[in-house]
């Protein structure tokens, strides 16, 4: 899977550069030279002071629906406790009936489990969204200004010549960090 990923990049790389007209100087594209570059926007993301208070709030919010699951579990594991307790003295109907209300239950925790993970999900995207988008337009611009060609997002390299710049400190001084 990783030899095909980088198959398809080292193929991408090389119809950007081949193919490509778009910012590069016309001295650039005559000596067909081509920048590339990478960040690290995890570490750019972790230097910005509101994302501590993003996550204490997602926090927050998470603690919340996991306090409304948790007493859901309760009610659950209490019906099941009086369910198993009761159910040889119980007629064949109630029997039926109990079991349907725990089942049903059961659904709702799922349901609710599954909607609240969401919520935390939207609500993620949006307070992080103009965070990303002010890190998207300070990368376009040191990008512009040091001419680069490619950037790549990783945190990580698995490999780097010298000729590859790293911007993750310019992107972070164009930031204000």
Known sequence: ?????LVIVLSLFVGVTL????????????SGIVRIAYINRAEILASIPQVQNI???????E???EAEFTKMSKEYDNKVKAYLEKNKQLSEPIKLARQTEITELESRMMTYKKRYKEEIEKQRAKLYAPINELIDEAIRFVCKREQI???FDQAQPLYMSAQC???TSLVKAELGL
């Open 149 to 151: 060609t490619i950037l």
């Open 1 to 5: 899977m990783k030899k095909i990923l």
């Open 55 to 61: 996550d204490k709030e997602l926090a927050q919010l």
């Open 19 to 30: 193919y490509s007209q778009d910012s590069l100087s016309f001295r650039q594209q005559q």
């Open 63 to 65: 603690h919340d629906y």
């Open 165 to 167: 710049v790293e911007l």
